[in-house]
């Protein structure tokens, strides 16, 4: 089983819609949760960290289901910006070296005019 | 701008030849990784360096050797590379790898071809 599952999508949504991204992890020991985005041929970058009672940053809303062992992205009022691969991403104990960041395969979204 | 700084940003190299990857971080921290990414693939994890330490060898293959002079710089020397091993290689940096609520910082990362 993968540590991190996401569907991969594509999403194609108009401008100004509202998505959602999914995510499950395997591991129950993992501590902290993160959503990067990816653009094409660039590198991830920090989007949010996703805490237990849920956040939120302007038009993006993290939420994370400890008992479930899922986490989730809501992006609101989607801009053409927002086109990208949304990453999710769990840091949970490893073997050998405390702790290592697994990330999923991620969800591409494209946003049209 | 990005606090870590890789390079080259492209490589094309033979088999035969031998070249290395640069990394720099200008944020503090003292953990450093080295990361593949392939196309239609997650990242896939490499190495993991811990104050200077090694602490993670994700069963790379020994044409990839990795070296961490120091807590903001890290290194990773290619020889004989195969066509597979085509690639973008990301660099990144946490504060240290205990892991609780850091994330890591990337850099723009190193497209390499293999010919």
């Known amino acids: 089983r993968k540590e991190v599952e996401q569907d991969p999508g594509p999403f194609n949504v108009p401008e100004g819609a509202t998505v959602a991204f999914n995510c499950t992890y395997s591991?129950?020991?993992?501590?902290?949760f993160f959503w990067y985005r990816q653009d094409c041929r660039k590198e991830p970058k920090l989007l949010m960290s996703v805490y237990s009672s849920g956040n939120e940053d302007g038009r993006f809303t993290a939420q994370l289901n400890r008992a479930s062992q899922y986490i989730s992205l809501l992006i609101r009022d989607s801009k053409l910006s927002d086109s990208a691969t949304y990453l999710c991403v769990v840091n949970g104990p490893n073997s050998n070296s405390g702790y290592a960041l697994n990330f999923g395969k991620g969800t591409s979204l494209l946003v049209t005019p | 701008e990005t606090g870590v700084t890789q390079t080259p940003r492209h490589l094309v190299m033979g088999m035969t030849n031998k070249k290395s990857l640069k990394c720099e971080q200008h944020l503090g921290h003292n953990a450093m990784y080295w990361y593949k990414q392939s196309a239609k693939k997650p990242l896939e994890l490499m190495f993991v360096?811990?104050?200077?330490?090694?602490?993670e060898n994700n069963s790379v293959p020994s044409r990839f050797s990795p070296e961490c002079p120091n807590s903001s710089h890290l290194f990773l020397h290619l020889h004989t590379l195969q066509p597979e091993d085509s690639a973008l290689y990301l660099c990144a940096s946490s504060q240290d790898t205990s892991g609780f609520k850091q994330p890591q910082h990337f850099g723009d990362g190193t497209r390499l071809s293999i010919l």
């Open positions: 360096y811990n104050f200077k330490e090694q602490t």
């Open positions: 591991n129950s020991a993992s501590q902290s």
